[in-house]
């Protein structure tokens, strides 16, 4: 089932989300439908509190981009309790979008390597380490389990000049060709 997105000014994007345990309702059909979701709307990740859930869990694929970068050919992965332990490597600029704030594209500076501990779906614990791209879609993605947007990290300046589009998009002024709301 295609769940409808959330977009910048939806109180769940800024909340820290919670932990949850492997009796989580439903947790199966939650997955499947983030996965269905993330493909319909042609994004690379998406984190619960972007369908409107405050839990620690996202998905990510990759696989879409392998052509380009074939590190990212069985990078189609769920992601839950994460905690990422160490940043490290050196500072990348890349420029990034993202489903919550449609229309909106910024450069963004993140370290290029990560340490992470993680569930998968099946509550099997992981610690792996993560460079390039993976290490930039996760990292984008864990923001969001802590009520962070990629606006958030761009420079002072940028931010000012964005203020008047993050507005827009808080009043409904923005396309997409996917469900999305404010609430
Ligand atoms: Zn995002």
């Known amino acids: ?15 820290v989300a919670q932990n949850i345990t492997p009796d989580y309702p439903q947790l199966d059909a939650l997955i499947t439908d983030m996965f ?16 409107g859930l405050s839990i620690r869990l996202f998905v990510v694929d990759g696989t879409p981009l392998a052509d380009d970068d074939p590190t990212l050919k069985d990078f189609r992965k769920v992601f839950i309790n994460a905690q990422i332990t ?4 050196e500072k990348v600029i890349y420029n990034e979008g993202c489903l919550s704030l449609p229309g909106l594209h910024e450069d963004v500076e993140r370290e290029s390597k990560i340490r992470i501990r993680y569930h998968d ?5 992981h610690e792996d380490v993560y460079e390039g791209m993976a290490a930039r ?3 984008h993605e ?10 958030d990290r761009v420079s002072p300046i940028r931010r000012q000049l964005l203020r008047s589009k993050l507005n827009a998009i808080a009043k409904g002024k923005y396309s ?3 469900k999305c709301r404010i609430g």
Do not use: C, W
């Open 1 to 15: 089932m295609i769940r409808t997105v959330y977009v910048y000014g939806s109180p769940v994007l800024r909340k």
């Open 137 to 139: 879609i996760i990292q």
């Open 36 to 51: 269905e979701t993330m493909e319909q709307s042609d994004g690379i990740g998406l984190a619960a509190p972007q369908i």
């Open 142 to 151: 864990y923001d969001h389990l802590d009520g962070i947007l990629f606006t």
């Open 86 to 89: 160490e940043r490290f490597g």
């Open 176 to 178: 997409a060709n996917y």
């Open 121 to 125: 779906e099946k509550f099997v614990e």
